[in-house]
C-alpha cells in the first residue's frame, strides 16, 4: 500500500508539473500549485524524505516530465561482474548513474565507469531496459528507467573515484551487500544469464 500511495503522489507531481507548464491561466496555475504541494506531503508521509528536500527536489524541475534515465554498466570477468562501493550508503552497485545531456547512453557508461572505477571500456551490448516501479528497488520520489548496457575492458586499472570507495569482481552467488536503489538482486542474477547465454534477448520493462 505504501508503495501504492508513492506512485499516486509521483502521478499528482507529474500532471501538476504539466500543468504548470503549460497553463497560463492565474487560478489554473493557483490549483496545479495546490497540488504540487499535496503530492509533496504525500511524499513525506510515505518515505524518508523531509518536506524539505522534497521542496528542493521537485521546485527546480520544469518542463513537461519524463522519467529519468540511469545507466548502468556490465563488465564480465572469469565469472564474475565488476562493481564499485558507494560512498553514499557504503553498499554496492554496478558502476553508472545518471544519463548526462548531450552525451549518447554508450558514451556516458564508459565515462561513468572509468570514473568510478578506473577501467577504459568499450559498450558492446544493451543488455535491459527496466522500469524502477516494475521491479523492487526502494519507494523513491522520481520515476525512473534504468539501461543496462554490457562493456569490455580494454585498458586502464582499479581506481576508486569521486563517489567510490571500493571495487571488486563478485561471483553471482557471493554477491555483496547491494545498494537496491540501484541494482536489485534480480536484476544481478539476470544478467549473469546474458553472460552464460550471449544470444538471450534483451528484457525490457
Sequence with gaps: MKDQWLKWAQRIQALSQAGLTFSRDAFDRERYEELRKISKEMMALQSELTMQQLNLLFDKEQGYPTPKVDVRGVVFKDNTILMVREKMDDKWSLPGGFCEVGLSPSENIAKEINEESGYHVVPIKLLSLLDTNKHEHPPQPFHYYKIFIQCEI????????????????????????????????????????????????????
Design 154 to 205: 580494454v585498458g586502464g586499472s582499479q581506481q576508486i573515484g569521486i563517489e567510490t570507495n571500493d571495487i571488486a569482481f563478485f561471483s553471482e552467488n557471493h554477491l555483496p551487500n547491494l545498494s537496491l536503489r540501484r541494482n536489485t538482486q534480480e536484476q544481478i542474477h539476470m544478467l549473469f544469464e546474458f553472460y552464460r547465454n550471449p544470444n538471450k534477448s534483451t528484457v525490457i520493462d
